[in-house]
C-alpha cells in the first residue's frame, strides 16, 4: 500500500483557498469550546471521566468474560448474534443475511466500524443499493468522499460547497446556501427511499453485558427509522463497545454529547433490546485487529475510545489540516493511533503529523494517553524504519553533533556564519529551507551566552 | 540555595541575552550559580521524532554535565525542555543519578513561585500591553497554569509574577493556550500547517492590540517571530526573564 502523505494533502486542503480552511477551523473550535461551557455545568464532570476511563479500562480487561455474558443475553432476546474476525468477514456475514432475504436495498445510519470494513462499497459491488441515512454521511455518500470527522463526517465542506452538491445531485438552487432549507430538502429527497428499503444497517454506541442491549445514540432519529422501518435490522459492533451493566451507561451517555458537540445528550439514544414482532434482528460482533491491539502494552488503552470527536475538535493540526489528509477511515489524534494497527506502512507517516502540543490527551472524555502514544507510534516508525531515509540522517547528525560539545559549538559557528552570510534570496528559498517560507529567520548573535558567560564570570568557570 | 544553570542550545545560540537575563536575575536572589560548559541539549529535537538511538548520545552529553553537581535545583528558562528532562529523557539507564537529576530539574517561573515563593516584581516597571504565551508543554505538561481542558481551579504562574510588575497591561487573547505550530521539528517537516498555526497565533494578538508577547519558552517564540517579521507586524517577543530582570532586551 501507498504510504500517505498527510503532509502534502494537509498542505493541498490550506492552500486551495482562505475559507476552507478558516471555517473548518472555526466550526471545530466552536464545538471545542461548546464543550468546555457544557462540561463546567457538571460539578462533578472530572469524577465522571474518571469513571468512564476506569469503567473501559475494567471492561477491556475482562472482555472475553463480558463479550460471553452480552451475547447469552442478546441470544435470549431473540437477537442472532454473529463473530467477524475482520473486514472480509464482517462484509460476507453481512452479505449472507441480506442475500437470503432478498434484500435490493439497503438503508444505514452512521457507522464507523462499517466504514472501517468498507462495507458499502462491497455491497454496492454485489449488486445492493446503500442509502445513508445520516444527512452528513449523505453528503459524503454524493461526494465520493469518505466521512473526514467521525462525529461530523462533512464538516470540511462549505455550506456553499453543500449547496453546489445538492444542485447537482438532488436539482436544487446553488444560490441557497440555508443549512436548513438544504437539510429540508435532502430529507425531502431522501425520506420517501427510506420506505423502500428491505433492510436497515446500523452501527453500536454501547452493548450491554448485563441485559444484552445495544445502545445507538444520533442526533437526526435516522437510526431509529433505518433500524425501525424495514423487516430486517443488522447491527455491527466493535467487540470494544461493550459495558457490563445498564447503570455504568449513564456514566457515558452524560459525557459522549458533551464531549463531542457540547450538547447534554444526543437527541436520540435509542436502546434496542430484541427484533419486534415479524422482524428480525442481528448483530455482527466484529474484532477487525482489535483483539491484536489489546495484547499490545502501549498501544491497548485506545480501544476506550467512545468515538466522540473531541480529539479531533481540540487538535490545532487537525483544524488545519481536514480529516481526509489522512486517508483514513479516522483522522486527528484519534487516527494517528489506531490507522497503523491497520497498516504500519502505509500510515507510518501519520504520528508525524502533530505538534506534540497534548490537548487531545487533556480533553478526551476516557484519558486517553493520545499524545504519549503519537510518541510512541514514532519511536516504533523510526525503528522499523518507516521513516525516510534522509529524515533518519538529519537526525542522526543532530544526535552526534549534540553528543559532543566541542562539534556542537563549531557549528554554532557555522550557523552562525551562514545565516548572516547567505543573502535573504537563498536563505528563504522553500525548497532549501521550508523554515523560511513563511518566517524570517530568527538573528544569530555574535556571541553566544557561553562566550559572554567566560567573558564575564570568570571566576565562576566549572 | 545553589543552583546549576542549563541553557538550551538555541537560547545560547540564538537568544544569549535569555541566558543572562535568568542569570542575573537568579544572583539578585542571592542564589548561588553554576553554569557547566560543556552542556549542550536537551535531547528534544531527536526523542521528538522518536529518534531513542540518537537521544541516548545527547542524553549522555547532558548528564554528563548535570549529574555529579553538587546543587539544589537545576534552573532551566524554558518550559518544554525542562518537560523533556523531567517527562521523557529515557533513552539512556535510569541510574539514582540519572533519576535525581531529572527530579531537580525545574523551569523558571515555577522555581521563582514554587520553590522560592517570591512573586513581587513591583521594582520594576514595563508599561506595556502585553500577551502571554505559556507553551504547550508548560501548560500540559509542567501545570505551570491550569488546563482549559480540565475543570479544575484556574490559575497562571507566568501571570502571577508578570502581575506584580508596575504599569503592566496584561490582555488575554481569544485562545491563548492554542499551540503556535512550533513543535520542534515539526515546524519544518510540516511547514505549512505549522506556518499557518502561527499565522493565526499572529492574527490573535494583533487582533487583541498585543504590544509585546512574553513567554516562558523562547523556542515557540523563534517561531512566532519568525511569521510575525514575515507579516511585518509591529509584535515583539520577549522572555520572562528578561521582564522580571529588566533585561537585556
Ligand atoms: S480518543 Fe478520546 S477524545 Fe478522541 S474520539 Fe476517542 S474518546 Fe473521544
Redesign the interface.
Known amino acids: 500500500m501507498k504510504k500517505v502523505n498527510v503532509?502534502k494533502n494537509?498542505?493541498e486542503f490550506?492552500?486551495q483557498d482562505d475559507i476552507h480552511?478558516t471555517e473548518h477551523?472555526k466550526n471545530l473550535?466552536n464545538a471545542r469550546q461548546k464543550r468546555?461551557t457544557a462540561?463546567?455545568q457538571?460539578p462533578e464532570?472530572?469524577e465522571l471521566r474518571n469513571l468512564a476511563s476506569a469503567i473501559k479500562e475494567h471492561t477491556l480487561t475482562h472482555l472475553d468474560q463480558y463479550l460471553e455474558q452480552f451475547v447469552t443475553n442478546a441470544e435470549k432476546r431473540g437477537i442472532k448474534v454473529h463473530f467477524a474476525n475482520d473486514a472480509a468477514e464482517h462484509n460476507a456475514i453481512a452479505y449472507e443475511i441480506l442475500s437470503s432475504h432478498r434484500v435490493k436495498n439497503i438503508i444505514k445510519s452512521k457507522s464507523m466500524l462499517q466504514e472501517e470494513c468498507g462495507m458499502t462499497p462491497f455491497l454496492e459491488e454485489k449488486g445492493i443499493g446503500v442509502l445513508e441515512t445520516d444527512l452528513g454521511e449523505r453528503i459524503q455518500q454524493l461526494s465520493e468522499q469518505i466521512p473526514s470527522h467521525i462525529v461530523m463526517p462533512a464538516i470540511h465542506q462549505t455550506k456553499e460547497d453543500i449547496a453546489k452538491l445538492f444542485a447537482e445531485k438532488i436539482g436544487t438552487d446553488p444560490n441557497n446556501t440555508d443549512p436548513a432549507s438544504l437539510n429540508t430538502a435532502m430529507r425531502n429527497n431522501a425520506r420517501p427511499k427510506f420506505l423502500l428499503a428491505d433492510a436497515g444497517m446500523t452501527g453500536g454506541n454501547f452493548a450491554i453485558a448485563e441485559t444484552g442491549t445495544f445502545v445507538v445514540c444520533t442526533n437526526e432519529g435516522n437510526a431509529d427509522l433505518t433500524a425501525s422501518l424495514p423487516p430486517l435490522h443488522i447491527a455491527s459492533i466493535g467487540i470494544e463497545k461493550i459495558l457490563p451493566k445498564a447503570e455504568d451507561l449513564g456514566v457515558f451517555i452524560r459525557i459522549l454529547s458533551r464531549s463531542a458537540l457540547g450538547t447534554p445528550a444526543t437527541q436520540y439514544t435509542s436502546h434496542f433490546t430484541g427484533p419486534r414482532e415479524g422482524a428480525e434482528m442481528h448483530i455482527i460482533l466484529t474484532d477487525n485487529g482489535r483483539s491484536k491491539r489489546l495484547a499490545m502494552d502501549e498501544f491497548w488503552k485506545s480501544l476506550k475510545c467512545i468515538r466522540c470527536g473531541a480529539c479531533m475538535n481540540?487538535c490545532?493540526?487537525y483544524r488545519?489540516?481536514s480529516g481526509l489528509a489522512y486517508g483514513a477511515t479516522y483522522s486527528g489524534p484519534i487516527g494517528i493511533i489506531i490507522d497503523p494497527t491497520f497498516d504500519a506502512k502505509k500510515y507510518s507517516e501519520l504520528?508525524?503529523?502533530?505538534?506534540?502540543?497534548?490537548?487531545c490527551?487533556?480533553?478526551c472524555p476516557v484519558h486517553i494517553n493520545i499524545?504519549e502514544q503519537i510518541?510512541?507510534?514514532?519511536?516504533?516508525?523510526?525503528?522499523n524504519k518507516e521513516?525516510d531515509f534522509s529524515?533518519?540522517m538529519a537526525?542522526?547528525a543532530?544526535?552526534?553533533m549534540?553528543?559532543?560539545?566541542k562539534l556542537?559549538r563549531a557549528v554554532?559557528k557555522v550557523?552562525?556564519n551562514a545565516i548572516n552570510i547567505l543573502p535573504e534570496a537563498i536563505t528563504e528559498n522553500?525548497t532549501l529551507?521550508?523554515?523560511a517560507?513563511?518566517?524570517?529567520?530568527?538573528?544569530?548573535?555574535k556571541?553566544?551566552?557561553?562566550e559572554?558567560?567566560?567573558k564575564n564570570?570568570k571566576n565562576?568557570?566549572? | 540555595m545553589k543552583v546549576a544553570l542549563f541553557?538550551p542550545?538555541y537560547?545560547?545560540?540564538?537568544?544569549?541575552?535569555v541566558?543572562?537575563a535568568t542569570?542575573e536575575l537568579l544572583e539578585k536572589y542571592n542564589i548561588e550559580?553554576?553554569?557547566?560548559?560543556?552542556?549542550?541539549?536537551c535531547?528534544q529535537?531527536?526523542a521528538?521524532?522518536?529518534?531513542?538511538?540518537?537521544?541516548a548520545?545527547?542524553e549522555?552529553?547532558f548528564a554528563e554535565n548535570f549529574q555529579d553537581l553538587d546543587v539544589d535545583y537545576i534552573v532551566g528558562p524554558a518550559g518544554s525542555c525542562v518537560k523533556q528532562i523531567r517527562q521523557?529523557f529515557d533513552a539512556i539507564p535510569q541510574t539514582e543519578k540519572v533519576t535525581a537529576m531529572r527530579a531537580k530539574t525545574i523551569e523558571l517561573v515555577q522555581f521563582f513561585t514554587d520553590v522560592l515563593k517570591i512573586t513581587d516584581f513591583s521594582n520594576i516597571s514595563f508599561p506595556h500591553t502585553i500577551a502571554i504565551h505559556n507553551s504547550?508543554?508548560s501548560i500540559?505538561?509542567l501545570h505551570i497554569t491550569s488546563?482549559?481542558?480540565?475543570?479544575?481551579p484556574r490559575y497562571n504562574k507566568t501571570e502571577e509574577l508578570l502581575n506584580s510588575i508596575k504599569d503592566i497591561t496584561i490582555k488575554h487573547i481569544d485562545?491563548p493556550?492554542?499551540?503556535c505550530?512550533?513543535?520542534?521539528?515539526?515546524?519544518?517537516?510540516?511547514?505549512?500547517?505549522?506556518?499557518?498555526?502561527?499565522?493565526?497565533k499572529v492574527s490573535d494578538y494583533v487582533r487583541n492590540g498585543i504590544e509585546y508577547v512574553v513567554s516562558p519558552d523562547m523556542s515557540c517564540l523563534?517561531?512566532q517571530?519568525?511569521?510575525s517579521?514575515?507579516e511585518k507586524t509591529n509584535l515583539k517577543f520577549l522572555h520572562v526573564a528578561q521582564i522580571l530582570n529588566n533585561g537585556p532586551f
Open positions: 503532509e494537509a498542505a490550506i492552500y480552511v477551523d473550535w468546555d462540561a463546567a457538571i464532570w472530572e481540540t490545532p493540526v488545519r489540516s504520528p508525524f503529523h502533530s505538534s506534540l502540543c497534548g490537548s490527551s487533556e480533553v499524545a510518541m510512541d507510534w514514532r519511536k516504533v516508525m523510526m525503528k521513516v529524515r533518519r537526525f542522526k543532530v544526535g552526534v549534540l553528543g559532543h560539545p556542537f554554532e550557523a552562525y522553500k529551507d521550508p523554515w517560507a513563511h518566517r524570517k529567520l530568527p538573528d544569530v548573535k556571541e553566544t551566552f557561553r559572554w558567560y567566560i564570570r565562576n568557570e566549572q | 541553557v542550545c537560547i545560547d545560540l540564538i537568544y544569549p541575552e541566558a543572562i542569570l550559580v553554576i553554569v557547566p560548559l560543556n552542556q549542550t541539549c535531547g529535537p531527536t521528538n521524532e522518536g529518534d531513542q538511538e540518537n537521544s548520545k545527547i549522555k552529553a521523557h504547550c508543554s500540559r505538561g488546563r482549559s481542558e480540565w475543570m479544575e485562545r493556550d492554542e499551540c505550530g512550533f513543535g520542534g521539528t515539526f515546524c519544518v517537516t510540516d511547514e505549512a500547517v505549522s506556518a499557518k498555526m502561527g499565522q493565526d523563534m517561531h517571530k519568525g511569521v517579521d514575515k
